[in-house]
């Protein structure tokens, strides 16, 4: 039979925790918290300042964090909610769930999974998501600024926005890279997809309409 633990530690405690199969909950420790795992699930709330989390093929649950941020998983599947500050993330097989985002920073790439980022821009901020055979698509607020480098080899490029060419660029929105701005531009926006669809969304990010 497997054993449970709770632990109850001051609000600010740094939390580290490692295990094989089972599945690791954080809440409200308002700090630092490493989480290693196999194939267990991680389940992190309320955390601040550093995150960090590696497992092979447990999937990940982040809510309410803030601060400096990274997750790598292999057949992971990675779900957040409501993070601030600086993402780095990571999955093999896996899908990326960004949601309420407010990051000035983000890294995000999968081999055959999708990456769904929905939330603000910082005017100063970078944003590159990358995955091979799935589609990325961003969910933006109307009055976003940014530059956009967008790239796809077999995939097409769909936007709610009217997308103003950079010089030089022509039209056509399959199987090319393209650069566009919205607004008065300000963050620097990276995405690509090899086979699958980027798709640019006024609002909640719908995933994949096509």
Same mark, same amino acid.
């Given at each position: 039979?497997?054993?449970?633990? &709770?632990?109850?530690?001051?609000?600010? +405690?740094?939390?580290?925790?490692?295990?094989?199969?089972? !599945?690791?909950?954080?809440?409200?420790?308002?700090?630092?918290?490493?989480?290693?795992?196999?194939?267990?699930? $991680?389940?992190?709330?309320?955390?601040?300042?550093? $995150?960090?989390?590696?497992?092979?093929?447990?999937?990940?649950? %982040?809510? !309410?964090?803030?601060? /400096?941020?990274?997750? &790598?998983?292999?057949?992971?599947?990675?779900?957040?909610?409501?993070?601030? =500050?600086?993402?780095?993330?990571? +999955?093999?097989?896996?899908?990326?769930? @960004?949601? #309420?985002?407010?990051?000035? &920073?983000?890294?995000?790439?999968?081999?055959? =999974?999708?990456?769904?980022?929905?939330?603000?821009?910082?005017?100063?901020? *970078?944003?590159?998501?990358?995955?091979?055979?799935? *589609?990325? +698509?961003?969910? %933006?607020?109307?009055?976003?600024?940014?530059?956009?480098?967008?790239?796809?080899?077999?995939?097409?490029?769909?936007? &709610?926005?009217?997308?103003? @060419?950079?010089?030089?660029?022509?039209?056509?929105? /399959? =199987? /090319?890279?393209?650069?566009?701005?919205?607004?008065?531009?300000?963050?620097? $926006? +990276?995405?690509?997809?090899? *086979?699958?669809?980027?798709?640019? /969304?006024?609002?909640?990010?719908?995933?994949? #309409?096509?």
């Amino acid at each position: 039979n497997g054993a449970r633990f &709770d632990v109850v530690v001051p609000t600010g +405690t740094r939390v580290s925790a490692t295990t094989v199969s089972g !599945r690791v909950e954080v809440r409200a420790t308002e700090g630092e918290v490493v989480v290693r795992t196999t194939s267990g699930s $991680v389940d992190i709330r309320n955390a601040k300042e550093r $995150v960090e989390v590696s497992t092979v093929s447990g999937d990940v649950e %982040l809510s !309410r964090v803030s601060g /400096r941020m990274r997750v &790598d998983g292999v057949s992971s599947t990675v779900y957040a909610d409501d993070l601030a =500050g600086e993402l780095h993330v990571e +999955t093999v097989s896996g899908e990326i769930t @960004l949601r #309420r985002g407010a990051l000035t &920073d983000l890294v995000a790439t999968a081999v055959s =999974g999708t990456i769904d980022y929905e939330g603000t821009l910082s005017a100063n901020g *970078s944003y590159r998501l990358n995955t091979h055979s799935g *589609s990325v +698509t961003l969910g %933006l607020p109307a009055n976003v600024g940014a530059l956009l480098e967008l790239e796809t080899f077999s995939g097409r490029i769909n936007s &709610d926005f009217p997308l103003t @060419l950079q010089p030089g660029e022509t039209g056509g929105r /399959r =199987g /090319r890279r393209m650069e566009f701005t919205l607004g008065n531009g300000g963050a620097r $926006v +990276t995405a690509g997809a090899f *086979s699958g669809n980027i798709n640019i /969304r006024r609002g909640v990010a719908a995933g994949d #309409r096509e």
